[in-house]
């Protein structure tokens, strides 16, 4: 079946506008990530939503930063008030929650602060 | 404060030798182990992973050894091929954790020449 979808693929914005992200996850996948990739960093964990439970939001690294998923599956994170920092790639991944059961990730949004 | 630190950011090797790349962890707590290929614009895919109660887990060419000890874990590509050039990730995660959120790398950029 179809993989994890994230839109769009480019995001170039005005340092100061909102932004948003989105991702489908793989169906039936109950778990859902946001990581992001700084240039030349590693993944940094940001959000994680499984079913109805309230989510992990530890790696949020602001207050503009806020995610939601609707009815279980497409998930929308939110970028208020852009920063140059915030330039990264945004990377969704979904999974079965199990810790065995690996993360499948989207190709990314590649997002761009001027 | 880096949880997972890959401490080579780049490898080349020669086609059909070995490629061994380094993930050392600092967190006790991590039980379960992954490794991660990444091409450009592409999102991460999994390629392997190792359980704490193992020390080994082979999959083709690719094997992966952890020395729980040393809190080290590598991975062994017998025999490269060119279209292993990619950057890698290694990933931890603890069962303690109900988000089973991976903290990754820095990633290693490998280069397996013709």
């Known amino acids: 079946g179809a993989g994890v979808s994230q839109s769009p693929s480019n995001k170039v914005t005005e340092k100061g506008k909102d932004v948003e992200l989105r991702c489908d996850p793989i169906?039936?996948?109950?778990?859902l990530y946001w990581y992001r990739q700084s240039l030349g960093q590693g993944l940094e964990f940001l959000i994680y939503?499984?079913?109805?439970?309230?989510?992990?939001k530890s790696g949020l690294p602001s207050d503009r930063f806020s995610a939601e998923r609707t009815g279980g599956s497409v998930s929308t994170l939110t970028i208020q008030r852009t920063q140059q920092e915030d330039s990264a790639v945004y990377l969704c991944?979904?999974?079965?929650?199990?810790?065995?059961?690996?993360?499948?990730f989207g190709n990314g949004t590649r997002l761009t602060v001027t | 404060d880096q949880q997972v630190k890959q401490n080579s950011p780049s490898l080349s090797v020669q086609e059909g030798r070995i490629s061994i790349l380094n993930c050392d962890y600092t967190?006790?707590?991590?039980?379960?182990f992954l490794w991660y290929k990444k091409y450009p614009a592409e999102g991460p895919t999994f390629l392997i992973s190792?359980?704490?109660?193992?020390d080994k887990n082979e999959d083709g060419r690719f094997t992966v050894f952890l020395n729980k000890s040393a809190k080290h874990l590598s991975l062994h590509i017998v025999p490269s091929q060119p279209g292993d050039s990619a950057v890698y990730f290694c990933?931890?995660?603890?069962?303690?954790?109900?988000?089973?959120?991976?903290?990754f790398g820095s990633g290693t950029r490998l280069l397996v020449r013709p």
């Open positions: 991944a979904s999974s079965f929650s199990s810790v065995r059961s690996p993360l499948h």
């Open positions: 169906s039936g996948h109950t778990a």
């Open positions: 939503f499984q079913g109805n439970s309230a989510p992990d």
């Open positions: 967190n006790s707590m991590f039980d379960y």
């Open positions: 190792i359980s704490s109660i193992k």
């Open positions: 990933a931890a995660t603890t069962s303690m954790d109900s988000s089973y959120k991976l903290i």
